[in-house]
């Protein structure tokens, strides 16, 4: 049963860095792409960027220019950092586990989360 | 485009079938997946792929797809059932994740 547990400041002050890392239990880092998601307040889920075991990143292109998503196979974790924040950062940030197929169709999914960690951006 | 569509709630009695749909240019080539998040919680996925459940997902769930747009159906829906449902795919280019805006699904 592959579990994810994730860790990081939960208290931020405006233009700080936000940081958290999500480790991986119980099963194979690689084939998968791990993924950082945030949820503000009362809204949907937004995807923040992606890494696979190799290091490979995508990012979604309203957040590239302030997050870096590293991994450490060695320690079968992946962090997010994510610079320069504001209010408009606060949320509940989810690390979860993601897989792309193929079945007549492409496919891809995410079937393991963390439990989340929310971070406030207040002076 | 990278977005996919949900209608923001949708309600349905006790015991009846609910449709729940998603759309997206991207849904032309992926199968859409489907998440369960109740208050609180973390998002579960329920559906992935042409119409697969995790383990320990009722099947009373499923899963369908026409053109751009994907379907998760509740047939029989359950007090238990009531909660945010969000879809989310590949975007065309096949390099970023979309999550749809969410649907509120309440039961009555």
């Known amino acids: 049963q592959v579990q994810l547990q994730q860790w990081g400041a939960g208290l931020l002050k405006p233009s700080e860095t936000l940081s958290l890392t999500c480790a991986v239990y119980?099963?194979?880092?690689?084939?998968?792409?791990w993924s950082w998601i945030r949820q503000p307040p009362g809204k949907g889920l937004e995807w923040i960027g992606e890494?696979?075991?190799?290091?490979?990143?995508n990012y979604n292109p309203s957040l590239k220019s302030r997050v870096t998503i590293s991994v450490d196979t060695s320690k079968n974790q992946f962090s997010l950092k994510l610079s320069s924040v504001t209010a408009a950062d606060t949320a509940v940030y989810y690390c979860?586990?993601?897989?792309?197929?193929?079945?007549?169709?492409?496919?891809?999914?995410?079937?393991?989360w963390g439990k989340g960690t929310t971070v406030t951006v207040s002076s | 485009s990278s977005e996919l569509t949900q209608d923001p709630a949708v309600s349905v009695a006790l015991g009846q079938t609910v449709r729940i749909t998603c759309q997206g240019d991207?849904?032309?080539?992926?199968?859409a997946s489907w998440y369960q998040q109740k208050p609180g919680q973390a998002p579960v996925l329920v559906i992935y792929?042409?119409?697969n459940r995790p383990s320990g997902i009722p099947d009373r769930f499923s899963g369908s797809s026409s053109g751009n747009t994907a379907s998760l159906t509740i047939t029989g829906a359950q007090a238990e059932d009531e909660a945010d449902y969000y879809c989310n795919s590949r975007d065309s280019s096949g390099n970023l994740v979309v999550f749809g805006g969410g649907t509120k699904l309440t039961v009555l």
């Open positions: 119980g099963g194979s880092f690689s084939g998968y792409y």
């Open positions: 991207s849904l032309r080539s992926y199968y």
């Open positions: 792929g042409k119409n």
């Open positions: 979860a586990r993601g897989r792309d197929s193929y079945d007549d169709y492409y496919y891809y999914y995410m079937d393991v």
């Open positions: 890494i696979n075991h190799s290091g490979s990143t």
